[in-house]
């Protein structure tokens, strides 16, 4: 087993990294060979794989589980009927998992300076591969590179940006982010990524001191910076034909959880979201044999479960799952989306509409 432990001296790079802002070079020529502004692609410290990706993760239930606090985030995971979580605490420290979910090759790709989560295909021209951090950022948001090729990638871009693979588009998979507690009640049976991971580091300890909580705080430049939110408001972004909309948080403030109908670039979404239980998830609301459901908020008899139930008296769970009902087992679509602050939403997708 491979062990490595982040000193006190390089987490406080980190840190220091924190309180600076690189600009560009105005000497600085583009390279031809990436398709964003080299120009605007900066070294993060690291060093490529210096934050190590955790290729075999290891997970335990959810009673087992108890590194934890309530307040905690963690990303959610449904495939195949396999439910899986992977917490903040060693995304943080790692940036990508990955793993098999159900039956699918799977990365999950995790930004702390953005707070972005994304499942990810490891399936590449029929090649199953892994991501590994490149230890470069565009946007201060994280760039894998992928090891059947070693091109990089932009992550909340969602393609390849340099090398081989440049232009191409990454499959996604939908994910869900909320607290621990939140998770736990929702899905108990559900696997958790624990820490054993083969490498040292304290999991309870944040590694980038203030940043989530300092509005101010940005570790390099971003090409646009849009003032209608607080750069570090989270959200949940849309993005449909390239143009995303953005669903605070903060917005979803009626009751222990709303669901909500919306209509953005000519499709019918459903929105379910809390404030107080502190997630916001979106499905389409049009199925694929022309049925437009109607959802409304139903909360389960012990008060447990957070569901949305049709007109045709199906209840469907936070990850889009029929639980019961005339559709049972069956999974509402999900447009692209992801959870990240409103900074990097604007910075990639500028002017994005708001909820």
Not at 111 to 136: H, K, M, N, Q, Y
Request: with cysteine; proline share 6%.
């Amino acid at each position: 087993m491979k062990l490595k432990i982040y000193t006190s001296g390089f987490l406080a790079i980190i840190l220091l990294l924190c309180a600076c802002k690189k600009k560009p070079d105005d000497n600085c020529e583009n390279s031809p060979d990436w398709i964003i502004p080299s120009c605007e692609v900066f070294d993060g410290g690291p060093g490529k794989d210096g934050i190590p990706s955790v290729d075999e993760p290891n997970f335990s239930l959810v009673a087992d589980v108890d590194y934890l606090s309530n307040n905690d985030l963690v990303i959610g995971v449904y495939m195949d009927g396999q439910v899986k979580a992977y917490p903040h605490p060693i995304l943080n420290w790692h940036e990508i998992v990955n793993d098999v979910v159900g039956n699918v090759p799977m990365a999950i790709t995790y930004c702390p300076l953005t707070g972005t989560a994304i499942g990810w295909d490891r399936t590449i021209e029929g090649e199953v591969t892994t991501f590994g951090v490149s230890g470069l950022l565009y946007n201060t948001n994280l760039i894998p590179y992928d090891r059947k090729t070693d091109s990089n990638w932009s992550q909340i871009f969602l393609k390849g940006v340099n090398g081989e693979l440049a232009s191409r588009r990454i499959q996604t998979y939908p994910v869900i982010e909320t607290t621990w507690d939140t998770w736990k009640k929702q899905f108990p049976n559900s696997e958790v990524m624990n820490t054993s991971t083969g490498f040292g580091r304290d999991y309870d300890l944040y590694p980038y001191g203030d940043y989530r909580s300092n509005d101010n705080a940005l570790i390099f430049p971003i090409s646009n910076d849009d003032s209608r939110l607080g750069r570090k408001d989270r959200g949940l972004g849309v993005l449909i034909n390239n143009q995303a909309k953005f669903y605070p948080v903060d917005r979803f403030v009626n009751g222990t959880f709303e669901v909500v109908s919306d209509y953005f670039q000519e499709t019918q979404l459903v929105i379910m979201g809390s404030q107080e239980m502190n997630f916001v998830v979106v499905y389409e609301s049009l199925l694929p044999d022309g049925t437009e459901l109607q959802f409304a908020a139903v909360e389960s008899e012990d008060n447990s479960l957070v569901l949305m139930e049709d007109q045709e008296g199906n209840q469907w769970n936070m990850l889009g799952v029929a639980i019961s009902g005339p559709r049972t087992g069956e999974r509402l679509n999900a447009p692209e989306s992801f959870v990240g602050f409103w900074f990097a939403w604007a910075a990639f997708y500028p002017n994005p509409e708001i909820f």
